[in-house]
């Protein structure tokens, strides 16, 4: 597989259960990014990780915990979520985390019910 | 003023004309830009980098004006398959999107 991948694509839960989203880039990147999108909304960068280090954290409440458990994988713990949580979850990579482009995976559309 | 801002359109431009859009942003101290196409409930993906002396990508071509703080992109002879959302991305110490400009071809 190439570029960035993730998985579910999509996803339904209800307030209360926990689910993980998770990211996998085949790019050789070194910075890894969750994104939110709203409907009528610009993306909202959630999470940075360089280096398998969190850099930026971008005031998200903490239902949401972010994993990064080596610079080619990246998940997003999602737990006791609310309805207005429901947009689609964006990850992605880039070489390094300053100056570069980045490359995005398809996306997890996630409903919260 | 907003740290990126971009009409969001829609703009509903015949097959073959040329069409071009703005982006503004606030902080002069911005050193990466670029331009991205989202189409409907896919993924943003990078359209290209824009470069201090403008680049041309075929029918794309970007421009930086650093002292009025814009970016602009030109699309020229424009096709149906042009139609998405055009994102402005400015990078400084953070990466900031704007929220977009939709652009309607029509045949």
């Known amino acids: 597989e190439t570029g960035v991948t993730q998985t579910p694509r999509h996803l339904v839960m209800g307030m209360t259960n926990k689910k993980s989203l998770k990211c996998e880039q085949h790019l050789g990147h070194n910075a890894m990014y969750w994104y939110k999108q709203s409907a009528k909304k610009p993306l909202e960068l959630m999470f940075v990780?360089?280096?398998?280090?969190?850099?930026e954290n971008n005031s998200v409440p903490s239902r949401f915990s972010p994993e990064c458990p080596n610079s080619s994988h990246l998940f997003l713990h999602l737990h006791t979520l609310q309805p207005e949580d429901s947009a689609l979850y964006l990850c992605?990579?880039?070489?390094?985390?300053?100056?570069?482009?980045?490359?995005f995976g398809p996306g997890t559309r996630l409903t919260v019910t | 003023r907003k740290e990126v801002e971009q009409d969001p359109g829609p703009f509903n431009v015949p097959e073959g004309a040329t069409v071009a859009f703005n982006c503004t942003y606030s902080?002069?101290?911005?050193?990466?830009f670029f331009w991205y196409r989202q189409d409907c409930r896919k993924e943003p993906k990078l359209l290209m980098s824009v470069y201090s002396s403008g680049n041309e990508d075929g029918r794309f071509t970007a421009q930086l004006n650093r002292a009025s703080q814009y970016i602009s992109l030109l699309i020229r002879d424009s096709k149906l398959s042009d139609s998405a959302t055009y994102l402005c991305v400015v990078r400084d110490d953070k990466i900031i999107f704007g929220k977009g400009t939709r652009l309607h071809i029509l045949p």
């Open positions: 902080n002069s101290a911005s050193q990466s």
């Open positions: 992605a990579s880039s070489q390094t985390r300053t100056g570069y482009e980045q490359y």
């Open positions: 990780y360089s280096l398998e280090e969190r850099v």
